[in-house]
């Protein structure tokens, strides 16, 4: 009679084998073992460092708040300018009509880590049309003008109403934004304008330059906090207008103002 042989059944797979009480039982009885434990995770990274930025990017994107900022306004008002500034710290010269562009940058607002994932949209009216689409996703809008331009300050009236419209609200996240002020000497609308508009739509206003840099980071950054608010106000179930998706609370005009070179840039 031939001896009986423990022979792993080959329907079984190595791991299935490993973890049955038979296989533990085998272990135990014999003084050596042919498995090997399996390297850890920090073994892992040890073994293999160059994946640590790829994990801790893999992880940390599960964790980060992503904000959906959209660039609205008429054409040639700058907003491309003021979205690649803040993305790349570079100024675009020439002026090249935008269809539609997103652009995501990672950064810290007020000890918070942020990733603005930035919509910047055409202002011709010919792609009116796009604008309820981008609309409904977004979750805060800088309206943007130009200081040289008493056009395109009026149009930021349009963008306002067609926002709340689609949002069906009395009010959402978003600030003005009168870019180019480093025009002074060609300015058509003034700040006081510019301040009185915002307070009309119960919201933040903001004078930038694309060019200088002026502001840029605060315009965007601002809108964050005024996305934070919203959001805290509706899910905390806060009393007064904002929370019902009214008018902001009257905001200190004079907030913020500061001096930047060759013109006086306002924060609302």
Same mark, same amino acid.
């Given at each position: 009679?031939?001896?009986?042989?423990?022979?792993?059944?080959?329907?079984?797979?190595?791991?299935?084998?490993?973890?049955?009480?038979?296989?533990?039982?085998?272990?135990?009885?014999?003084?050596?073992?042919?498995?090997?434990?399996?390297?850890?995770?920090?073994?892992?990274?040890?073994?293999?460092?160059?994946?640590?930025?790829?994990?801790?990017?893999?992880?940390?994107?599960?964790?980060?708040?992503?904000?959906?900022?959209?660039?609205?306004?008429?054409?040639?008002?700058?907003?491309?300018?003021?979205?690649?500034?803040?993305?790349?710290?570079?100024?675009?010269?020439?002026?090249?009509?935008?269809?539609?562009?997103?652009?995501?940058?990672?950064?810290?607002?007020?000890?918070?880590?942020?990733?603005?994932?930035?919509?910047?949209?055409?202002?011709?009216?010919?792609?009116?049309?796009?604008?309820?689409?981008?609309?409904?996703?977004?979750?805060?809008?800088?309206?943007?003008?130009? +200081? /040289?331009?008493?056009? @395109?300050?009026?149009?930021?009236?349009?963008?306002?109403?067609?926002? *709340?419209? &689609?949002?069906?609200? !009395?009010?959402?996240?978003?600030?003005?934004?009168?870019?180019?002020?480093?025009?002074?000497?060609?300015?058509?609308?003034?700040?006081?304008?510019?301040?009185?508009?915002?307070?009309?739509?119960?919201?933040?206003?903001?004078?930038?330059?694309?060019?200088?840099?002026?502001?840029?980071?605060?315009?965007?950054?601002?809108?964050?906090?005024?996305?934070?608010?919203?959001?805290?106000? +509706? /899910?905390?179930?806060? @009393?007064?207008?904002?929370?019902?998706?009214?008018?902001?609370?009257? *905001?200190? &005009?004079?907030?913020? !103002?500061?001096?930047?070179?060759?013109?006086?840039?306002?924060?609302?």
């Amino acid at each position: 009679m031939q001896p009986l042989v423990d022979t792993p059944n080959p329907a079984f797979s190595a791991a299935e084998i490993e973890s049955s009480p038979l296989s533990s039982a085998r272990l135990s009885n014999n003084s050596v073992a042919h498995t090997s434990p399996r390297p850890s995770l920090l073994d892992q990274l040890h073994q293999s460092p160059t994946r640590i930025p790829s994990l801790i990017a893999a992880m940390a994107s599960k964790f980060l708040r992503e904000y959906k900022l959209v660039v609205v306004g008429g054409g040639g008002v700058g907003k491309s300018c003021l979205t690649i500034q803040l993305i790349q710290s570079h100024f675009v010269d020439e002026y090249d009509p935008t269809i539609e562009d997103s652009y995501r940058k990672q950064c810290v607002i007020d000890d918070e880590v942020a990733l603005l994932d930035v919509l910047d949209t055409a202002g011709q009216e010919e792609y009116s049309a796009m604008r309820e689409q981008y609309m409904r996703t977004g979750e805060g809008f800088l309206l943007v003008y130009s +200081i /040289t331009s008493q056009q @395109s300050f009026e149009e930021i009236k349009t963008f306002q109403q067609q926002i *709340l419209r &689609v949002k069906d609200k !009395d009010y959402f996240p978003m600030i003005v934004v009168g870019n180019k002020c480093d025009l002074d000497g060609e300015r058509e609308v003034s700040v006081e304008e510019g301040k009185e508009l915002a307070r009309s739509f119960g919201c933040k206003f903001i004078e930038t330059s694309a060019k200088s840099r002026i502001n840029v980071e605060n315009a965007f950054y601002d809108i964050v906090r005024e996305i934070r608010k919203y959001n805290r106000d +509706i /899910t905390g179930g806060a @009393s007064g207008a904002r929370a019902n998706g009214g008018p902001a609370e009257k *905001l200190n &005009v004079d907030e913020g !103002d500061s001096d930047a070179g060759c013109c006086k840039c306002t924060v609302m």
